[in-house]
């Protein structure tokens, strides 16, 4: 008999109502864990009331204050890093040191939040005409949603809702069902924080608890992270209801490997970027774009033995550099891609399909696959495969490999690899992407700057965290102020202006 997870409301996990639960899986077994209460409409509304009402003290609190509850955050969090990278490790599958890694990556967002009382200062003028002063004011929006995906349950909850709660709003997480583990232990670190009861809220679901809150009349923002095909239809039902809504999306990101680039280098970013977390991040390189046939050779022939090596394993051996993937259904579109590749006539340089380990015969793995000779009209390039599978391009010149990138549809992240300046300029110039490294593979900015991608890679105009995130959480109230000390000007009917 397992537990059955509930949501987080009032400061405590509360059971769910609904009757509808869903399994929550060990991937490196394949065995259920434990079980998750799935939220009714009734239930997501019931959460919403509820942080409503906490909302109005805590976004009229003294911002210094809310300030201080992100600060003790950071250092529970910091406290708390084993702990989260182990249930990350356990329902996730990523191995410790890539847990690790994401956990930081939440800490840095805590971190600048603790910053809002700079961060959100509004403008002012003096005296704009007649003694009138001008003041702008960013205040709270009241209840917003943040939906998250299954591949980084610690930083992308705390990416929007440690800047939403900063902001002085109250926070509903509609987590991802497959790894609820961490977003509650995040629930439960807010509340000894300090944080009130009713300002982080965690709710578990599928479709039915998202439709709650993008129609619910009381949340007037959703912040969403996930697949294109969910994120689009995020996007449109919350626009729908007259939400603002930002929804950031699947990827496809290519490298550029140049004629001039150091191979050895350029190799251990593929490696590192292409198979890290199994390829499970909307960041992971998928494809590598070498410059000239002479290049493309090269680089198969370092990359090869290379990606033969990487060995699959649960997130606590050590030894392990591949994790297994999500579900079993993941696995099984996985290696159907690969199948695809194969049939529509690229070189499979490591196949890994079939992969198994002692004790872990149902784990979800597959390991790491290389295909070369790869063209743009092949499934395998055009889709998100979501796994640990790099396609090395037919060569190319930089001419193509920069149509390549423009071309895709999908527009998140994508890296240069090249020891010569001008290629690099222009190649940042040139390239329709949110996110561009030159030599260096994985270019996720940190918390003080703004991530997001371009084209289907995200809908909505705002990005995640830096300074953007503080427009997105919040709305603008300006204020025109007149203390008239001897102004008798007498009624006026024209339009005011400051002539
Ligand atoms: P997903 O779209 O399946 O799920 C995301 C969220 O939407 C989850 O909370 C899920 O419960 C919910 N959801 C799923 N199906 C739904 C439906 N039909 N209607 C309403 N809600 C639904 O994504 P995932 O598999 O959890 O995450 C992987 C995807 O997320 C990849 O495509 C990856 O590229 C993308 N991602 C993008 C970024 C980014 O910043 N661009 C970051 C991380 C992940």
Known sequence: MVDTVGHYMGGKQIPGESGRTGDIFNPATGEVQAKLAYASAAEVDK?????????????????????????????????????????????????????????????????????????????????????????????????????????????????????AVACGNAFVNKASERDPGAPMLLAELWTKAGLPDGIWNVVHGDKEAVDALLHHPDVPAISFVGSTGVGEYVYQEGCKHNKRVQSFCGAKNHMVVMPDADMDQAVDALVGAGFGSAGERCMAISVAVPVGEGTAKALADKLTPRVQALTIGPYNDPQADINPLITRQAKERVEGLIARGVEEGATLNVDGRGATMQGYEDGYFVGSTLFSNVKTDMEIYKTEIFG????????????????????????????????????????????????????????????????????????????????????????????????????????????????
């Not at 805590?110 to 002063?133: R, V, W």
């Not at 640990?388 to 527009?411: C, K, Q």
């Not at 919040?474 to 002539?499: C, H, Y």
Request: hydrophobic content about 40%; charged content about 20%; some cysteine.
């Open 388 to 499: 640990p599978v790099l396609s090395i391009m037919a060569p190319s010149t930089y001419e193509d490999a920069v149509g390549m990138v423009n071309d895709h549809e999908y527009g998140n992240g994508v890296a240069i690899f090249t020891r010569d300046g001008d290629t690099a300029r222009d190649f940042t110039n040139r390239v329709d992407i949110g996110m561009v490294g030159v030599n260096v593979p994985i270019p996720v900015p940190m918390a003080f700057h703004n991530f997001g991608g371009s084209k289907r890679s995200k809908f909505g105009d705002t990005q995640m965290h830096g300074p953007e995130s503080i427009r997105f959480f919040t709305k603008m109230k300006t204020v025109s102020a007149r203390w008239p000390s001897g102004i008798k000007e007498g009624a006026q009917l024209a339009f005011p202006t400051n002539d």
């Open 47 to 163: 959460v919403v009331q509820y942080a409503k009402e906490a909302q109005v003290a805590w976004g009229a609190m003294a911002v210094p204050k809310r300030a201080a509850v992100c600060f003790s955050m950071r250092n529970l969090v910091v406290e708390h890093k084993q702990a989260l990278a182990e249930l990350l490790g356990k329902e996730h599958g990523k191995t410790i040191p890539d847990a690790l890694g994401e956990v930081q990556r939440g800490i840095d967002v805590l971190e600048f939040a603790c910053g809002i009382p700079h961060l959100i200062k509004g403008d002012f003028n003096s005296n704009i005409g007649g003694d009138i002063d001008l003041i702008s004011i960013r205040e709270p929006l009241g209840v917003v949603g943040g939906i998250t995906p299954f591949n980084f349950p610690v930083m992308i909850p705390l990416w929007m809702g440690a800047m």
